[in-house]
Every structure is written in structure tokens, then in C-alpha cells.
């Protein structure tokens, strides 16, 4: 089992920066995927980017793919998301989640088992 802390979340103008930390317990998180999603007021949650147990294979959502990055330290059991150029409609709840069976499907939520409790990204026109 592994439990899942989100950080770096907040207010921050439109074209600004942030970085989103992911810190998880448990010795076995390296072999865990992690997905990026975020959810939005009134909006489904939506797939952000993927990476797997290395970290050496990613995928990022064509949305986003521009702007967003996903990395990850195995050594400190940690993944990150990079987030660049933010507009106002990148305001949401984000959230990590791990994946012990290595889906395929990826941008489906409901195939990750671990879900942190969120951090939330604010950005002002």
C-alpha cells in the first residue's frame, strides 16, 4: 500500500509557474505508475500526465503537453509536475494517483489505486 501527499499548489497569476509535489510512503513506490489528473467545479476529473515506474516513460495530455511536465525521483519517492504559462482555466483541485497493475489506460481514473488528497492551483486573470 502507498499513500500519496500533494504539495505546491496556490495563487498564482495567469503565465506564471508551479511546480506540484507528490510525496509517497511506502518502499514499494518505485514500482508504482503515477498519474497526474486535476477536477474542476462542476467538471470531470481529467488526465494530465503519466509516468512509469522509472519514470522513464512518459505521456503527457495533448491539452497540457505544451506547457506541463512529469518527472520522477524514485530515490526520494517523489514526483513532480511542472507546470509552465498557467491561464486562468487551469484553476482546479490536482491530484496524484499510483497504479500497481501498470494500465494501459492510462487517463482512466478509476484504474489507479491510490489517490492523494489534492492540492489546489489557483490562477488569476
Known amino acids: 500500500q502507498v499513500q500519496l501527499v500533494e504539495s505546491g499548489g496556490g495563487l498564482v497569476k495567469a503565465g506564471g509557474s508551479l511546480r506540484l509535489s507528490c510525496a509517497a510512503s511506502?518502499?514499494?513506490?518505485?514500482?508504482?505508475?503515477v498519474g497526474w489528473f486535476r477536477q474542476a467545479p462542476g467538471k470531470e476529473r481529467e488526465f494530465l500526465a503519466h509516468a512509469n515506474w522509472s519514470g522513464g516513460r512518459t505521456s503527457v495530455a495533448d491539452s497540457v503537453k505544451d506547457r506541463f511536465t512529469i518527472s520522477r525521483d524514485n530515490d526520494a519517492n517523489t514526483v513532480y509536475l511542472q507546470m509552465n504559462n498557467l491561464a486562468p482555466e487551469d484553476t482546479a483541485v490536482y491530484y496524484c494517483?499510483?497504479?500497481?497493475?501498470?494500465?494501459?489506460?492510462?487517463?482512466?481514473?478509476?484504474?489507479?489505486?491510490?489517490w492523494g488528497q489534492g492540492t489546489q492551483v489557483t490562477v488569476s486573470s
Open positions: 511506502g518502499r514499494l513506490f518505485s514500482s508504482y505508475a
Open positions: 494517483a499510483a497504479d500497481q497493475t501498470w494500465t494501459m489506460s492510462i487517463w482512466d481514473h478509476t484504474k489507479y489505486d491510490y
